[in-house]
């Protein structure tokens, strides 16, 4: 089997522009310069005086907690970890305080996996690590990407046992996907590697489209655009895309749209996006603004040749397939004229036999977690699924293992009926509308706080029909029939059955006894169904809890605003008390 | 100037949906399809005993209710169309002919579906999925969805004639409005015109909100009227605009402008008659339904079409209509939460500017802008801003 990546991209030769370094590295270094002459010192020093005062307070309390636990209680300490997470954040800090404890062998697990992902980061980068350092100078968002640990463990906090370890199997998988396109846009990028032999191989895909176009191309390397940039970055980073927002809107874009696309056409406007690339996929895909950033882009790389490939809204009538289908050959042909590749049937067939393996064991996870002991759930495996089915795409073989592996794991906590997050099962929860998980780290929140375990999400229900490996035709369809249910168009596009009925539809599956209602602000497509929910909600007997939200601009809606609806509603409506008092109530706006 | 001879009765005939003229062409056995999108073709719609309504929500107030089922972020227009539906104001039509265009319109007829809002046994809803682009396949995708999800359905329900014959004649009819308001339009081109903006604007409203062949006898007249009207000697007007942008159904909208010294000399904008109102051109001898259909696709303007062709038409279009009527500016409009021109508007707006050299007002607005006083400021400031260029033009003489 041949290596994935090609390693070949690695070595593709760099024509740096050592002028162009220069200059920046001389810009940075008379900010930083300001910086250091403009800071007030003294206001640093009240800083750092204020922290030694703050950590000296905590670790009293800590101590003291210590020193009234019975024997008892320091066992369950010892084996099974800490109790109170709110302590873990502290006022107008980026990072946790500290680590958490998760009992000995968890920690050991944990921390087993945190040296692996710093190992997987640092040789992953010293593959070509040069033109890297010089995006970190060139571009903001690159910073972010120094969090990513930060990201894994806000994650999987409250986790133990099987669920920690399946959770770090598939956030690394994630990041070893990151790591190495980050390596290729850094290269190809003309600010950065200016690598044309690399940038000649890479084709740029719109934000959401799905990558299984690019399984055909084994010799091509296919990117989504704004995925770094962006969309990955504000779920790292909450606060990451606020000057993109800010930027775009200072050049007239209403205030009301999502920041999603927002954030793209930001990007632009601030020239945060790479330059390079052979051509770029746009995509009407998934929203009414989607389909309007790709103007901005457009105009932004004039001399980037661009594909739109666009499919039928109303996706459910066969009459509109004779299209959709040749849409993609279309766009195969203008990648082949482009790149000069050639489409690879056997390369793509082999991709897709993969990925009908994967959504068998993704159908495996969900039969585990309809029954009353779920095993995996929580923010990875939702960020996982959604990777897996959009931009992996079973074009990577490694990631077959993953698969294997986790089943592996999930099966056998599955027969020790174990809990995720260790007696903190309360109640069943699915997640609809547009999902927030990882901008507030909501999930996790909610079943450590309040006990609610999220058992599945609305985006992670998409296409699971295995998808046509022979007749090339019938592959084309499947191709395009795949294509128009991708994460966030399957539910919101095509008519309301897709989305309302369909809720109804997944209640009864998954037997849930509440259900988490996104309300995301900007979003029309969904916002335009609110009152129906609301009415039929009643009708179904079903517990909606509505949080409001507005993705990446935490300005709009704060996250302890997101969790005060919860904690109104848990304690009001349904009468209880957190599991965990020290999460209700605390400061995480400045935090990643 | 005197007054048109009509024009109070089509102001009145805009003050509902179900106007004097819609009920006269029903209780003569006919059968109201409302729309709303320019993506549906609207000759389509007016086959044998079917005739077109142009939906709209005159006097629109408050929008309560269609605010508890779509939220407050959404398109007002949609909401307000939702309203009235709510309200029974268009327990009249037949039918619904709907695009899957836009989010906000689709959960509107959505919502109409769900909520029942028409109880008429027949009623139906129809919605028909739009390409985003312009390739033979997308138009091959479109008459396909013309036929299955519109005329086909129209046969159903309400038992009409969907043959080219049909159709052809629907598109001779179609073609003499278009003529007569092409003709009136023209006229906005004089530097002292027999007509105004806002004129205009109710004229082109009443030919989509009215059955076509109810309307037109008294277009023929007022063709001939505005031939030989005599302008007063003195010009109107202080500036003259174009106005390019979404929908604008709202009467205020143009007379506020108007009212500020702007003479509406273009009107690229849904409801307006750029596009609309341009003669479809046929080979009797070709497939007649591509050819309507691919006329809509061709002539669309919609902030919707993303492909590059499309993007630079809509730009070289209110370029070319700025210069073809002599404007001096252009007003570029959006309805407020409308998703397309929100990110059309900035873009463009700074394009015309920058790269056509046009003085551009950009602005968003509500569905029913009333006597607004912001929007009417900015108007006049934009009027003023083009009167001084224009004396900076001519060397500071006033």
Redesign the interface.
């Known amino acids: 089997m041949a290596k994935y990546p090609d390693p070949s991209f690695f070595k593709k030769k760099d024509k740096m522009n050592l002028k162009l370094q220069a200059e920046n590295i001389k810009e940075i270094g008379g900010i930083v310069g300001r910086m250091l002459l403009e800071n007030d010192w003294k206001h640093t020093a009240g800083q750092i005086a204020e922290n030694f005062k703050a950590t000296g307070k905590r670790l009293s309390y800590e101590a003291s907690l210590a020193a009234s636990m019975d024997v008892d209680q320091w066992k369950d300490f010892l084996l099974n970890g800490e109790k109170q997470l709110g302590k873990l954040y502290r006022r107008g800090k980026m990072a946790t305080v500290r680590r958490e404890w998760r009992g000995i062998k968890d920690t050991g697990v944990d921390f087993y996996e945190w040296c692996r992902m710093w190992g997987m980061l640092l040789a992953t980068f010293s593959k070509d690590l040069i033109p890297s350092l010089n995006g970190a100078l060139h571009y903001r968002w690159m910073i972010s990407y120094f969090c990513c640990h930060s990201f894994m463990d806000k994650n999987t906090l409250g986790l133990r046992s099987k669920a920690l370890k399946m959770h770090h199997e598939l956030i690394y998988a994630i990041f070893r996907y990151v790591a190495e396109n980050l390596v290729f846009l850094m290269k190809a990028d003309e600010k950065g590697g200016n690598s044309e032999e690399l940038s000649k191989k890479i084709v740029l895909l719109d934000e959401m489209t799905m990558a299984q176009i690019m399984a055909g191309f084994p010799d091509l390397v296919g990117i989504p655009y704004q995925l770094m940039p962006v969309f990955l970055l504000s779920e790292i980073d909450q606060l990451a895309c606020m000057p993109y927002i800010d930027a775009v809107e200072s050049y007239g874009l209403p205030s009301d749209t999502c920041p999603v696309p927002t954030s793209e056409c930001g990007a632009c406007v601030v020239d945060a996006l790479p330059h390079m690339g052979a051509c770029f996929i746009s995509s009407s895909m998934p929203c009414d603004g989607s389909v309007m950033a790709s103007s901005y882009t457009s105009r932004r790389f004039k001399d980037l040749p661009t594909y739109h490939l666009t499919f039928p809204v109303r996706y459910e009538d066969e009459s509109v397939m004779e299209a959709a289908v040749k849409d993609i050959k279309g766009c195969i042909r203008f990648i082949e004229e482009q790149t000069g590749a050639k489409w690879s049937w056997d390369a793509y067939f082999e991709a897709m036999k993969r990925f009908n393996k994967e959504t068998e064991y993704e159908l495996a996870k969900w039969e585990v977690n309809q029954t009353p002991y779920p095993q995996l759930i929580g923010p990875c495996y939702e960020l996982f699924r959604k990777w897996n089915y959009e931009m992996d795409g079973g074009i990577d073989p490694r990631i077959m293992k993953t698969f294997e592996k986790v089943d592996k794991l999930m099966m056998k906590a599955y027969e020790n009926r174990e809990e995720p997050w260790r007696g903190k099962m309360r109640h069943r929860a699915i997640v609809w509308s547009v999902p927030a998980h990882y901008y507030a780290n909501f999930s996790n929140w909610l079943a450590n706080c309040w006990g609610i375990n999220v058992l599945v999400e609305m985006e992670s229900l998409n296409f699971t029909k295995p998808l046509e490996t022979e007749d090339k035709e019938e592959a084309l369809r499947d191709m395009a029939r795949l294509y128009e249910r991708m994460v966030m168009r399957r539910h919101t596009n095509g008519g309301y059955d897709h989305v309302l009925t369909e809720l109804w539809r997944q209640v009864e599956i998954w037997k849930p006894d509440i259900v988490i209602m996104y309300q995301h602000v900007s979003c029309k497509n969904m916002s335009t169904l609110n009152g129906l929910f609301d009415d039929q909600a009643r009708e179904h007997g079903v517990r909606l809890i509505w949080i409001e939200h507005d993705l990446m601009d935490p300005r709009t809606v704060s996250r302890s605003d997101m969790r005060a609806k919860v904690n109104e509603y848990m304690r009001t409506v349904m009468r209880e008390e957190p599991l965990d008092p020290s999460l209700v109530d605390f400061e995480d706006d400045a935090s990643w | 100037m005197k007054d048109l001879k009509y024009m109070i009765e089509f102001e009145d005939l805009l003050q509902s949906a179900d106007n004097d003229l819609v009920r006269q062409a029903q209780k003569d056995g006919n059968f109201a399809i409302g729309y709303t999108c320019y993506h549906m073709p609207e000759v389509l719609l007016n086959v044998d005993k079917c005739f077109s309504v142009r939906l709209r929500a005159p006097r629109s107030t408050s929008v309560d209710i269609a605010t508890?089922?779509?939220?407050n972020?959404?398109?007002e227009f949609?909401r307000s169309l939702l309203e009235r539906g709510i309200e029974g104001g268009y327990a009249f039509l037949d039918g619904i002919a709907g695009v899957?265009a836009?989010?906000?319109m689709?959960?509107?007829y959505?919502?109409m579906e769900?909520l029942g809002i028409n109880e008429k046994p027949n009623f139906f809803v129809t919605?028909?999925?739009?390409?985003?682009?312009i390739?033979d396949?997308?138009v091959?995708?479109m008459t396909?969805?013309m036929r299955?999800?519109l005329l086909n359905v129209m046969h159903e329900k309400c038992g009409v004639d969907t043959s080219d014959e049909a159709i052809l004649a629907a598109v001779d009819e179609h073609n003499e409005l278009c003529r007569i308001m092409s003709e009136i339009g023209d006229m906005r081109k004089q530097d002292n015109p027999p007509i105004t903006g806002y004129e205009y604007h109710v004229l082109c409203l009443v030919s989509y909100c009215c059955p076509t062949s109810y309307i037109l006898p008294k277009l023929r007249e007022t063709v001939e009227e505005i031939r030989s009207r005599v302008p007063d000697e003195k010009k109107w007007y202080r500036a003259r605009v174009a106005v390019v942008g979404s929908e604008v159904d709202d009467l205020d909208f143009t007379r506020l402008l108007e009212e500020s010294g702007a003479f509406v000399v273009a009107d690229r904008f849904c409801y307006g008659s750029k596009p609309g109102r341009e003669e479809i051109k046929i080979d009797r001898n070709g497939d007649i339904l591509r050819q309507i259909v691919e006329h809509y696709m061709r002539t669309s303007e919609c902030?919707?079409y993303?492909?590059?062709e499309k993007?630079s038409q809509r730009r070289v279009t209110a370029d070319s209509l700025a210069r073809d009527y002599r404007a001096d500016g252009i007003v570029f409009e959006?309805m407020?939460?409308c998703?397309?021109w929100?990110?059309?508007?900035?873009?463009a707006?700074?394009i015309l500017q920058e790269e056509f050299g046009w003085p551009v007002l950009?602005i968003?607005r509500p569905y029913s802008v009333r006597s607004s006083g912001q929007l009417r400021t900015r108007f006049q400031a934009f009027v003023e801003a083009l009167e001084i260029k224009k004396i900076q033009q001519r060397g500071g003489e006033v």
């Not at chain 2, 508890?68 to 939220?71: F, I, L, Q, T, V």
């Not at chain 2, 929100?342 to 873009?347: G, V």
């Open positions: 508890y089922y779509m939220s972020y959404t398109c949609a899957d836009c989010s906000a689709n959960r509107c959505e919502h769900i919605h028909c999925d739009i390409p985003y682009k390739e396949y997308t091959d995708a396909t969805q299955l999800r902030a919707r993303m492909s590059e993007i959006q407020k939460f998703d397309f929100a990110f059309e508007r900035p873009l707006s700074h950009s968003d």
